[in-house]
């Protein structure tokens, strides 16, 4: 305006009388051809730009976005026994194998062991018996889940192009 570019947005519904008035004559063509608008980068975009696109140094920055997407959503999403949702965290990790393992050594004095759910109910095993199906379900889920994480990652390292490595 007079010269000087200001920042300032107008719209044909504009509430202002004024608004309306200079979005008229922006599309009339008064102050110039009007641009195309600049849309925000996408997440792939951002990538290309920090790192060059077929790199190695790329794809292993890809494959430690792969592992913390894999942490926070996969493997933190936790699995179903017995129509209850039972976490999956790193403590109830050390948990589960450190219960098996006791009993596995012949050490009973920990059970019943209790286990709490993510609803805040509890399954409660009384045996080694009992305990076992709980188990194997649940390292059987973090083996899948990491086994995983290992598949994406050598998918990511072995793509011929960047755009390939992004979609795995």
């Known amino acids: 305006l007079d010269g000087e570019a200001i920042q300032f947005v107008a719209a044909p519904d504009d509430c202002v009388e004024a608004g309306r008035a200079i979005h008229a004559r922006c599309l009339a063509g008064e102050f110039g051809e009007i641009g195309e608008p600049e849309l925000p980068k996408t997440e792939q975009e951002q990538w290309a730009e920090r790192y060059e ?5 790329c794809k292993e920055a890809l494959c430690a976005e792969a592992d913390i997407v894999f942490k926070t959503d996969k493997l933190l999403a936790g699995f179903e026994y017995k129509g209850k949702r039972i976490q999956t965290d790193e403590p109830a990790r050390n948990n589960a194998a450190g219960y098996l393992n006791t009993l596995v050594a012949g050490i009973t004095e920990i059970l019943p062991i209790v286990w709490r759910t993510d609803e805040n109910e509890y ?3 009384a045996s080694l018996e009992e305990y076992k199906p709980f188990a194997m379900a649940f390292v059987t889920f973090v083996k899948d ?7 994406v990652k050598d998918a990511i390292r072995t793509a011929s192009s960047f755009d390939d490595a992004w979609s795995k």
């Open 145 to 151: 889940a990491y086994a995983s994480i290992f598949m």
């Open 53 to 57: 696109l077929d790199s190695a140094e």
């Open 123 to 125: 399954l409660s095993f």
